[in-house]
C-alpha cells in the first residue's frame, strides 16, 4: 500500500530540497559545531488544518534558518533572496497544490558558538489544497 505523506510533510521536503538544489549544505537538525558556514538548517514548522468530506486544505508556516560568518552578511542575503525566489516558484509537491502566501525575513547577529555569526531567518506561509 502506497502511503500518502502528510502535506507539511510534503512541504518541508520540497524546502529542503531547493535548498539543496541550490548547492547549500543544508541539515534538518543544527549540526555539531565543526560543520563549515554557511549552511542551511531547515526548522520548526507550524501548520492548520481545515477538513471537509473528501480533502484536507490548510496552511503551513516553514521557518529556514542561515548560519554564515558574520563578516558575510553579503552571502547570507544573497542565500535568503535565492531560497525565496525558489520557493515562490513552488506550486506543488507529490499530493498537493502548493503556494507561498508570504514570506517574512530577518537577519540577527548570533553569539552562540564560538566565532561571531549571522543567523538569517526565512519564515514561508504556505496554502495547501
Known amino acids: 500500500m502506497d502511503t500518502i505523506l ?14 539543496l538544489a541550490l548547492g547549500y549544505s543544508t541539515y534538518d537538525y543544527l549540526p ?8 542551511v538548517f531547515i526548522g520548526e514548522q507550524f501548520d492548520q488544518d481545515r477538513a471537509n468530506k473528501s480533502t484536507v486544505t490548510g496552511n503551513v508556516q516553514q521557518t529556514i534558518h542561515i548560519y554564515h560568518d558574520y563578516r558575510r552578511r553579503g552571502d547570507v542575503t544573497s542565500m535568503m533572496n535565492a531560497i ?3 520557493l515562490r516558484k513552488l506550486k506543488h509537491t507529490r499530493n498537493f497544490y502548493i503556494n507561498v ?3 517574512n525575513s530577518q537577519i540577527l547577529p548570533d ?3 564560538a ?5 538569517g531567518i526565512v519564515e514561508v506561509d504556505f496554502h495547501f489544497n
Open 115 to 119: 566565532q561571531a555569526l549571522l543567523h
Open 32 to 39: 555539531a559545531k565543526e560543520a563549515s558556514y554557511p549552511f
Open 111 to 113: 553569539n552562540s558558538a
Open 6 to 19: 502528510s502535506p507539511q510533510q510534503q512541504i518541508f521536503n520540497e524546502v529542503y530540497r531547493v535548498c
Open 84 to 86: 525565496k525566489r525558489e
Open 101 to 103: 502566501r508570504n514570506i
